[in-house]
């Protein structure tokens, strides 16, 4: 475990600390006024390994060659110029930190840490990390990586779990939840059931690889779940008619994928991020997911919550109320599907930038 100390006086300023994989949803804008969550969870820290937060330059100020030797192959808005390894952790992990209030940034209910760090450490005065909790945005403290050093605070193992722990452990991520609710309304809190944000940022980003690996040909995904979370969307960015590239679920606890498969959707590891691999179908494009999206798509759980036709059977009893459900189609994550790939080389294919420079009918469509 780790502590992160200020590196202009050395004070502590987090609690001991664990890393973990960057989650897929750590940049997501969710909606408009919407309260979301804590972004990581206590007692845990993760990198960024691209740069993060002000300053920001303009695609017209960027060399093309510039973006390609940071692994952006495709035009964006603004690409960031502030360091490189930000962290990101708990508000709640801090320590010995003062808040900057005037620091809000172009803030609507909160902090969005547009103006750069608005917290500093409590002992010497030095801006340390950027306090984030605006609405539509994860709660986070986005630690600046030129203004803190990482120190090891004692020998507890810290050896990531393997994937048979991490099947035991079983911690999959529901694909909707009752939690969201809005700030401003005239009723107070408003909450409703609503898709995940988790799965619809997770599914923006597997989207743009499913689309890399498509090669410009149709693809289909098993029936159930991932057919409705991926089937709409790809059919309405490919082109129809065969031949057609078959994506399937593959990972641990799981038979081996068939030998012909094209793509194969796999778990990346919680704390490591690295993909699971496996040892068939090695030519295979994998396309990675959170582990808890494709734990809950390979084992979803017996009493998903998602309404079924025709009659109960004799002798069970209905759910009174009946089991609620996400009222709309499910969308994909706009911006964590832009981000993505943008940063993938197949976004140089003419007919992938195409795609890319035409997204606002697949948006109007909520499809995106």
């Known amino acids: 475990m780790f502590v992160f100390v200020c590196a202009g006086c050395g004070a502590r300023l987090t609690a001991p600390l664990s890393q973990v994989a960057l989650p897929a949803h750590a940049h997501q804008k969710y909606g408009n006024a919407i309260q979301l969550p804590v972004l990581m969870e206590s007692g845990t820290f993760a990198v960024e390994s691209e740069p993060w937060g002000p300053p920001w330059r303009t695609w017209e100020e960027i060399d093309p060659a510039e973006a390609a030797a940071r692994g952006i192959y495709a035009p964006v808005y603004v690409l960031s110029d502030g360091a490189p390894g930000s962290i990101v952790i708990a508000p709640g992990d801090t320590r010995g930190t003062l808040l900057i209030p005037e620091k ?184 990675p997911l959170p582990f808890g999206v494709w734990l809950w798509l390979a084992f979803p759980e017996p009493y998903l919550p998602v309404p079924a036709s025709g009659g109960m059977p004799d002798g069970v009893l209905p759910d009174d109320p009946p089991a609620p459900h996400p009222q709309d189609l499910f969308r994909v994550d706009p911006g964590a599907f832009r981000h993505t790939l943008v940063r993938l080389p197949a976004v140089r294919s003419p007919w992938l930038r195409e795609i890319l420079e035409n997204l606002a009918p697949h948006m109007r469509a909520r499809l995106l």
């Open 104 to 287: 809000g940034g172009g803030a609507c209910c909160g902090l969005d840490g547009a103006e750069g760090p608005n917290m500093v450490c409590e002992a010497c005065g030095l801006p340390v990390a950027s306090r984030i909790d605006d609405c539509s945005l994860w709660q986070a403290v986005w630690l600046a990586p030129n203004a803190v050093r990482r120190l090891p605070v004692d020998d507890a193992d810290d050896a990531p779990l393997s994937w048979a722990e991490l099947m035991a452990e079983g911690k999959g991520t529901p694909p909707f939840e009752p939690v969201i609710a809005t700030w401003g309304s005239r009723l107070g809190l408003n909450h409703w059931w609503s898709w995940s944000p988790q799965w619809e940022a997770a599914a923006g980003r597997a989207l743009a690889h499913l689309l890399a690996a498509s090669e410009g040909r149709p693809v289909t995904v098993p029936d159930g779940l991932i057919e409705e979370v991926f089937q709409r969307a790809l059919d309405a960015l490919l082109p129809a008619g065969p031949p057609t590239r078959r994506a399937v679920l593959a990972g641990p606890g799981r038979s081996a994928p068939d030998v012909d498969a094209d793509i194969l959707l796999v778990p990346i590891h919680p704390q490591t991020g690295q993909t699971w691999t496996p040892a068939e179908c090695a030519s295979a494009y994998p396309v």
